[in-house]
């Protein structure tokens, strides 16, 4: 008999998910199993040479368009590659979500930029940010206000300039 009722309550619940599960609304998006590991945004490919000293990849996340008038990417530097100089017309925010990395604004020395800092860089402030000479870095790049413009490039980072960090 106890038997016969753990059944009949288990097939109960079955029926019951069954029928929640028919009955909630679809995602708009297929969803993928999650991965429990590792980097949560795919590295991309490789960003020009033009605009950064060593290897540094880049994945866009969220496309520049009218209604949220902003951009965002996924940037990996490897160890000692760094963008450019350059600025924002509307200003800049970098989540580092990875590594160890640099920032430098003109007039001021490189800081250490960690795991988990959030980063401000005010419009038209002329700045850099790159990786550490041993270890990568990896940051979320939000540039806001893109109807402003989004990036101002300049000239490259000098190795005397990269390795001013003390
Ligand atoms: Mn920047």
Redesign the pocket.
Known sequence: MVRILVIAATLAAGISFTSYAQTTPTASVAVKPASTQGPVFPKGNRAPATNFTGTVYVYSLVKDEPTFNCASSNVTFEPGAR?NW?S?PAG?ILMVTDGLGYYQEEGQPVRLLHKGEVVK?QPNVK?W?GASPKQAMTHI?LNVNTEKGI?TWLNPVTDKEYNSYR
């Open positions: 963008s350059h924002h800049q860089a700045h940010h790049a990036v």
